[in-house]
């Protein structure tokens, strides 16, 4: 069994990264984000509490987040692991959850902020089953729909020059710290998100001692 997490700015691509483990090594991907964006969409109680929170790049408060990790990871469906995205991302989370998890490793994406933003903007979401899509390396091959389901690409409604702002300064601010704790115990690789996904895929896998990426 593999526990870990993965961290980094938005858009550096933690989603594709994490997928791409997952997939491979039959872990249960947790997106916090895409459970938060999940009742949105579906007009939940936890949606309605998180929409405008989220809408401006601002942090849901640590009881809803940690009510929701709590109850995804109590389905207990990971029999070989789980890579959660998004969580933790501030101290009060990171004790959270090294109270309850012990984990195999932290992935740690770097990338800097000026490239952030040209991803960012760049990004794309399927309406229907939520796919992302990137209009710099990856692109739907029909404009504006998803190739999977056909339904529409939209823009995240926090991909906004202001809501990003607001998300990287509570990254740098919130989140390092983060970090911080788990280097202490020796959990984090870092690893250089510029190049192409293929390529960060496989030195994620050669940090963590993993078989290799075979693409
Ligand atoms: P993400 O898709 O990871 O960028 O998350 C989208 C939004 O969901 C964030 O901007 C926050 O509003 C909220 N969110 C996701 N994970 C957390 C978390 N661990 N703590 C607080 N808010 C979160």
């Known amino acids: 069994m593999r526990k870990y997490v993965i961290m980094g700015v938005q858009g550096s691509g933690k989603g594709t990264q994490s997928v791409l483990l997952a997939s491979d090594l039959d872990l249960v991907h947790i997106a916090v984000g895409d459970i938060f964006r999940w009742n949105v969409q579906n007009h939940t109680k936890i949606g309605a509490q998180v929409r405008r929170t989220m809408a401006a790049g601002e942090l849901v408060s640590d009881d809803l987040v940690e009510g929701v990790v709590g109850d995804r990871l109590s389905q207990h469906d990971w029999n070989y692991g789980f890579i959660i995205d998004g969580f933790p991302r501030n101290e009060r989370q990171a004790e959270f959850f090294l109270e309850s998890y012990d984990i195999d490793g932290v992935i740690h994406l770097e990338l800097p902020d000026s490239e952030i933003r040209r991803r960012v903007m760049a990004r794309r979401l399927c309406e229907g089953c939520g796919m992302d899509y990137n209009l ?35 990254y740098h601010t919130k989140t390092n710290p983060v970090l911080d704790i788990f280097r202490r115990k020796e959990y984090v690789v870092s690893i250089d998100a510029r190049p192409d996904k293929d390529q960060v895929q496989q030195a994620i896998r050669s940090a963590l001692r993993l078989p290799p990426y075979c693409g």
Do not use: M
Request: charge should be negative.
């Open 136 to 170: 710099i390396d990856n692109s739907p091959r029909a404009d504006g729909t998803c190739d999977a389901c056909g339904g529409k690409l939209v823009q995240r409604e926090d991909d906004t020059e202001e809501a990003l702002a607001v998300r990287l300064r509570e």
